[in-house]
């Protein structure tokens, strides 16, 4: 990598919110400037893939030759008292959620 | 036999010693539970222990022996779970405050199967937030120290695990392994671990960072031991879509070996591995050849290994910003106490607060690396250099029935010296993320020491061939065996 690969800007302050906005990511003005310093190094670094010629490969999402596994769709016993514990906020047998508008 | 001195037989013979009822499960839980509140303060491997329902299951576990029935192949022995495996009416914390208060209303398979052969689950350990992380010090319940010198980090993610056996606060412990976490704190902590294959053990009730590169892994002191964890754990499980029917199903240590070829990539002994750690296993593979073993060794190139990292640290952030997107605070765990709030400022303030520093760094680039204009560029091109990465591995598998790294570039480092670098800290996995891309089973044994911390060597496998791992793996620890009284905490 050279040096000035590294001192690239690859990412500016405001795609950084935008991608705390799309990640849902609430930070504080602190955090993005530090982020943003975090982030163009670490990119940096990944760029070095970029000296390989990939032309004609195909990607290789997963390293196993199973596709499309299938069940029966059958229902089985579940525990619905024990999951409405995890719930942060509810009432009677609902989960609470924000409101939508 | 004095009650601390029997957690230093092997365990694969106090699980012989247990079903001869030379000793009994209750007094090995017992002896383990003395040990870990001796020894927690310094370590801190655990974040949750499971004290008087373990003692109650060693109790019916010994009844049952005396009874003549059929006692399981873990014998009654204590086993650690990663806390971000689920443990039945346990929290999973994942050690995020994000789940802090996540009471897992089932168990995972692996957790299942320990159970049916009679393992006792003693505790849940700690970990980097999510798995994320090289060291154990991401947790949000703090650090773990490693045992052999508590100065040091216990390497990670999986570093409550590997300390809780090192520190013989638990006969054997299961970790994840996404891109080293049970290889790396195997190393730095003394002791056995393997990344099994991809789709060997299922993964239902594991939390997922990024699936396709992860697998449950076990932890034990010897490499005869992990080998019967292995058995326990790996096999088909209709539930994980991923799991494959190839492990074998008797995991058979043949006592005369065939002579195996080991390929040495040069690669894994260059650019940022210490001096130390490099020339520690040079010198074991000398020692391993002037014993006149069944292994030879040759040096070979594998030059696609330079771009494993940044490959590895694309994808495996990808698939953590998508997986990491179910955290909502709605069903489970972090919530914001203010309820006047619009859903979406609630999502975004829950997982703000709920996700620590690194978490939040790696679902950001993940976002960044999938999102419109820059997806083919990192993600695509990450996937195809995979590729490139497996048929190279594939090419040297058709020469060699091993490959041979050190387990991690650097010894084990002082707590905090890493924390405010995270690049440094990737460069950490150099030697281990391969096996997670091309999805082959990986064995860390220890082989030796430098400035007096530990040294593992890493075996690499073709698919399926753990049994390859463990008869190369006994032959180390054998020829090479690595005096645990050297340590803090490693020994009774």
Redo the contacts between chains.
Sequence with gaps: MTKKQRQEQF?SEKE?EH?????????SKKEFTK?RG??N???G????????D?EN????????D?VN?L?DDTPTPQ?PD??L?????KKDRF?K????? | MAKQRILELPVWEAADKIRGQEITSEEYVAATLKRIREVEPDVHAYITLIEEPALTQAQAIDKKIRRGGDLGRLAGLPVAIKDNICVRGFTTTCASKMLENFVTPYDATVVERILGEDGVIIGKTNLDEFAMGTSTEYSYFGPTKNPWDTSKVPGGSSGGSAAAVSALEAAFALGSDTGGSVRSPASFCCIVGLKPTYGAVSRYGLVSYANSLEQIGPFARDVRSCALLTSVIAGYDARDSTSSDKFPADLVLKRSLPKLTIGVPREFFEEGVQEGVSKTVRDAISRLEKAGVKLSFEEISLPMLKYALPAYYIIAMSEASSNLARYDGIRYGYRVPDRTLDWGTVFSKDRGVGFGAEVRRRIMLGTYALSAGYFDQYYLKAQKIRTLLRREFDGAFKRFDLLLAPSMPILPFGLGEKMEDPLQLYMCDIETVPANLTGIPSLSVPCGVSEGLPVGMQLMAPPFREDLLFQAGRLVEDLLPVDRSAGEFTHA
């Design positions: 990412i950084v991608l705390a906005e799309l990640a849902k990511l609430e930070l982020l975090e982030l190094e670490i990119l670094y990944f760029r070095l893939i970029d000296e390989v990939t490969v195909s990607p290789t999402y997963h390293v196993q199973i596994v069940r525990q024990m999951l514990e995890d719930a942060p906020q989960i959620a924000p409101k939508m508008i």
